[in-house]
């Protein structure tokens, strides 16, 4: 499906922290040149004026969204809040520009269960059928003659690769799902609020939507669609004082204990490039994935019980959004699937 040499592409919300993290990936990647970056409110501003990271990287500079623009280059990133991809991807995909979602518009089936949980009329429900939901370790093969993808959300991609395994081969039972997940602060975007702020967040540790997070049917769609059955999962998601990193505890009951659940974890994952299950006895840390497209894994059993207790650690910025956007980028276009996305952790 390699069609140009150099793909032109547009980040519609490059000020947002998706959309900025994602022109940080693709300024590095060699097959890629940014070509359309937008902000309403930042017109005409150089990069470098926002973002000081992105001094000397060109004379780009944001303007405001546009179809006509857009319409130029090969690929758009929506890195915005939900609904507005909805008003934009007809048309460019009309147009002939590949589009990719890194909101929630397109990921859920049904647009009736999209419009309860999001709270407004599904934007554009005739793209949903088109539309793949671009988790590569699930969905590879359906990517690459995509013209639409709905990349998933950082809790999401946490808790399903973490539970993937484990529900194909059938030795957990799909009823009894809980997923303990926490988040850095910028999972919440960029925007002015006051449970961002520094004095706010900073010195606290907390749960929130426990009466249903929207990632919950997301997560079940998924998982429902792996195990054949409807999953029953507790989700509750937490807000920990750190910038970025999400780190999921899955708790399943086992129906087949004796399973050798290192042995299926590093089955299911041995040629993934994006997933990395560590040895026995080891366990994830958000810190090991900062800045990285990957997502650490560790399954155990304790007290040799019926509990299997996975830990899933991404960088919610990555591996939970900009990167598997580019991931996903480079399966449609047929560059290699690590393309730009080769960096090491950042430690400390
Ligand atoms: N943060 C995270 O960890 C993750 C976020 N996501 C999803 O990715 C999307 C972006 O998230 P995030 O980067 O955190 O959000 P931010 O709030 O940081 O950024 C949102 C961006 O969207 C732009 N924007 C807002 N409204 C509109 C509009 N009506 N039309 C065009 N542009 C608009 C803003 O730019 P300006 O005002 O300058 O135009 C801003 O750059 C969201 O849907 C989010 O749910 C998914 C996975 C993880
Ligand atoms: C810490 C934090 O607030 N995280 C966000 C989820 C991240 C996100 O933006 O998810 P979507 O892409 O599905 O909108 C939240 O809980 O709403």
Redesign the pocket.
């Known amino acids: 499906m390699s069609e140009v040499s150099v793909i032109r592409a547009g980040i519609?919300?490059?000020?947002?922290?998706?959309?900025?993290?994602l022109l940080r990936l693709l300024l590095g990647h060699p097959r890629v040149r940014p070509a359309v970056v937008?902000?309403?409110?930042?017109a005409g501003t150089p990069l470098s004026a926002l973002f000081p990271n992105l001094r000397g990287q060109g004379d780009l500079r944001?303007q405001?969204?546009d179809a006509g623009a857009l319409g130029e280059c090969d690929v758009v990133f929506?890195?915005?809040?939900?609904?507005?991809a909805h008003?934009l991807a007809g048309d460019l995909l009309q147009r002939g520009t590949r589009v990719i979602?890194?909101?929630?518009?397109f990921r859920l089936r049904d647009p009736q269960l999209w419009s309860q949980w999001y709270g407004q009329p599904h934007g554009a429900p005739e793209l949903l059928e088109e539309a793949v939901y671009g988790l590569p370790e699930l969905n590879r093969a359906r990517i690459p003659a995509a013209r639409l993808i709905a990349?998933?959300?950082?809790y999401p991609?946490a808790v399903t690769l973490g539970l993937l395994p484990l529900l194909e081969a059938g030795v957990v039972d799909p009823a009894q799902l809980v997923a303990d997940a926490k988040?850095?602060v910028?999972?919440?975007?960029?925007?002015a609020q006051v449970g961002s702020l520094f004095c706010e967040a900073a010195e606290n540790f907390r749960a929130y939507a426990l009466g249903g997070h929207r990632h919950l049917p997301e997560i079940l769609q998924t998982l429902g669609e792996v195990s054949g059955v409807q999953p029953q999962l507790t989700f509750v998601p937490h807000l920990v004082p750190m910038v970025?990193g999400?780190l999921a505890t899955l708790y399943t009951r086992l129906l087949q204990p004796q399973t050798d659940l290192q042995a299926l974890f590093e089955r299911r994952y041995a040629h993934e490039p994006c997933v990395d299950v560590l040895p026995a006895g080891e366990l994830p840390e958000t810190r090991s994935v900062r800045g990285t497209n990957l997502c650490r894994l560790a399954v155990q059993r304790p007290q040799e019980g019926e509990t299997a207790v996975v830990v899933s650690a991404i960088d919610?910025?990555v591996k939970?959004?900009?990167g598997q956007a580019v991931q996903n980028m480079n399966l449609m276009f047929g560059l290699p699937e690590t393309q730009g996305l080769e960096g090491i952790a950042i430690l400390p």
Do not use: M
């Open positions: 519609v919300g490059a000020t947002g922290y998706t959309g900025v993290e937008t902000s309403r409110g930042q944001f405001a969204p929506f890195a915005t809040p939900h609904g507005v008003t979602d890194l909101s929630a518009d990349v998933p959300g950082c991609t988040s850095g910028s999972g919440s975007g960029r925007k970025r999400i919610n910025l939970g959004a900009s």
